[in-house]
């Protein structure tokens, strides 16, 4: 494994699924969020779990370079925004299952879900395009 270019594609995604996940789900979706005000935590609160909020986010950039290095080998974008792909569709299960039991709207399950796809598919591109595997030793 190149560590050097994980640890760079890894930040590269962290900063692409923080800033993504800020304008996406914080931003565009913020008035569907608000049609259900008892889902999220007030402001005042949310501020002093912003730190799990990071912690989340290097988590998912995090597990999500190390499948991409294991599973994308040739380190191609292409091959990457597919794996994203299929993770963002992978959310798609928790999400529905958030609709079924949490007081969720059509309209934020949905902006979820469209939201984990390009998401992540635009992260793996990322990673796809800066990781690119050490030299395989031929015998």
């Given at each position: 494994?190149?560590?050097?270019?994980?640890?760079?594609?890894?930040?590269?995604?962290?900063?692409?699924?923080?800033?993504?996940?800020?304008?996406w789900?914080?931003?565009?979706?913020?008035?569907?969020?608000?049609?259900?005000?008892?889902?999220?935590?007030?402001?005042?609160d949310?501020?002093?779990?912003?730190g799990?909020?990071?912690?989340?986010?290097?988590?998912?950039?995090?597990?999500?370079?190390?499948?991409?290095?294991?599973?994308?080998?040739?380190?191609?974008?292409g091959?990457?925004?597919?794996?994203?792909?299929?993770?963002?569709?992978?959310?798609?299960?928790?999400?529905?299952?958030?609709?079924?039991?949490?007081?969720?709207?059509?309209?934020?399950?949905?902006?979820?879900?469209?939201?984990?796809?390009?998401?992540?598919?635009?992260?793996?591109?990322?990673?796809g395009a800066?990781y690119?595997p050490?030299a395989?030793?031929?015998?």
């Amino acid at each position: 494994m190149n560590w050097t270019r994980f640890f760079i594609a890894f930040i590269a995604a962290f900063i692409f699924l923080f800033v993504f996940g800020f304008l996406w789900y914080g931003t565009l979706m913020q008035g569907a969020h608000h049609e259900v005000p008892t889902l999220l935590r007030p402001e005042a609160d949310f501020k002093s779990y912003f730190g799990w909020l990071i912690l989340g986010h290097i988590v998912m950039a995090f597990f999500f370079t190390l499948l991409c290095a294991r599973y994308v080998p040739t380190g191609c974008p292409g091959a990457g925004a597919l794996l994203g792909t299929l993770v963002g569709l992978v959310y798609a299960g928790p999400h529905l299952i958030s609709f079924a039991v949490q007081p969720l709207t059509a309209k934020i399950v949905s902006g979820w879900i469209v939201g984990a796809v390009i998401q992540f598919a635009v992260a793996g591109a990322i990673i796809g395009a800066i990781y690119k595997p050490g030299a395989r030793k031929t015998t």
